[in-house]
């Protein structure tokens, strides 16, 4: 398998980071360009690849999880401005015929990112 | 206004406002007095701009005993800043006898290279805070020895509430070390993003990186 895929990580509970919004974007140029949004589902994926093999290219891409706003719809108070908004994550793909999973891990005082599989 | 309200008023970018965002001022002005029957007063050496509108906004909202305490609590911060200044400490810098009047909240770096072991050699970092729209650069530096920020980023009255990015060029750090890595690396340029609400605290970022991985967190 290649393309791009993710996984959120609440480590606050240990569960999926259901709801998370992912906003995915390519850089063209000197330009970030959004490509598109998303929510991680049931199982803190995303239903469909965030990039298809196909559409994978060599070059630098950005996901970008809105922790702040999932946080707070679980109901946790947090201050303003709050240690960890839009945390964005920048990683590059030098093989397009590989696999890039990049998950992201999360409290509302800390993360962590890798390339999985 | 007085030479010290020019002054402050001119830290925080508020001489050269647009004029939507002089528009809201005076809009924000009018409600606030309207709603509390007291001018808005806030230390403005203590904010960015954008964390003068937030405040402002957040406040408006408060009922007017909770404000009257705010009010009070800006003017004895004005006052001690003025003091400091007058007896030739600048608010705006670090300060053995500033540090004994304002509270001594700082911000620091620890970058820890997983894949060595040890952090080896500089790590260039350049810090920037979130206002007017942008992210602006306050200053760029490299690491010291194991990683770490020689002292205090910021601290002092130049410790401000807002969005901070911490721009870390781990894919420099890698080459100069000579470290064989596809081309371009999974990780390069990293932004560390993270909000200070009360910048009389330490605020610590750890950032642990290798050249697949990375993780940071409010350290102390």
């Known amino acids: 398998m290649a393309g791009i895929t993710t996984h ?81 994550v920048r990683f590059s793909v030098s093989d397009p015929r590989r696999h890039y999973h990049v998950p992201m891990l999360v409290s509302a005082w800390s993360c962590a990112t890798y390339r999985g599989s | 206004m007085t030479d010290s309200s020019v002054a402050e008023q001119a830290s925080a970018g508020l001489d050269q406002l647009t004029q939507a965002e002089m528009a809201t001022l005076t809009r924000l002005n009018a409600a606030y007095r309207d709603r509390h029957g007291f001018p808005f007063i806030i230390a403005v050496r203590r904010y960015t701009k954008d964390g003068i509108f937030r405040e402002f906004t957040r406040r408006l909202g408060n009922d007017s005993e909770t404000e009257l305490d705010a009010a009070l609590g800006q003017i004895s911060e004005i006052t001690r800043m003025r003091l400091s200044k007058l007896f030739g400490e600048s608010p705006d810098d670090s300060g053995a006898a500033q540090a004994a009047v304002l509270p001594t909240g700082r911000l620091t770096f620890h970058g820890i290279d997983t894949f060595h072991g040890e952090t080896i050699g500089p790590l260039n970092v350049d810090v920037s805070i979130f206002d007017g729209g942008n992210y602006r650069t306050l200053r760029s530096f490299a690491t010291a020895a194991n990683g770490r920020s020689d002292g205090a980023l910021l601290e002092g009255a130049a410790f401000k509430p807002g969005r901070y990015e911490l721009l870390v ?3 420099d750090y890698y080459a100069m070390l000579g470290t064989t890595l596809p081309e371009p690396p999974f990780v390069s340029t990293v932004p560390l993003r993270f909000g200070v609400a009360d910048p009389r605290e330490r605020h610590h970022i750890a950032f642990l990186f290798g050249p697949w991985s990375y993780a940071y967190y409010r350290g102390s």
């Open chain 1, 8 to 88: 959120v990580l609440n480590t606050v509970t240990g569960k999926p980071g259901t709801g998370m919004r992912i906003d995915f974007s390519m850089l063209e140029g000197d330009t970030w360009r959004l490509v598109k949004s998303v929510h991680a589902n049931a199982d803190g994926r995303t239903d469909e690849m965030i990039l298809a093999p196909e559409h994978t290219r060599v070059g630098q891409y950005e996901l970008l999880f809105y922790v702040d706003e999932y946080f707070r719809a679980q109901g946790m108070a947090l201050p303003d401005p709050p240690f960890l908004d839009q945390v964005p």
């Open chain 2, 169 to 171: 060029h781990v894919g």
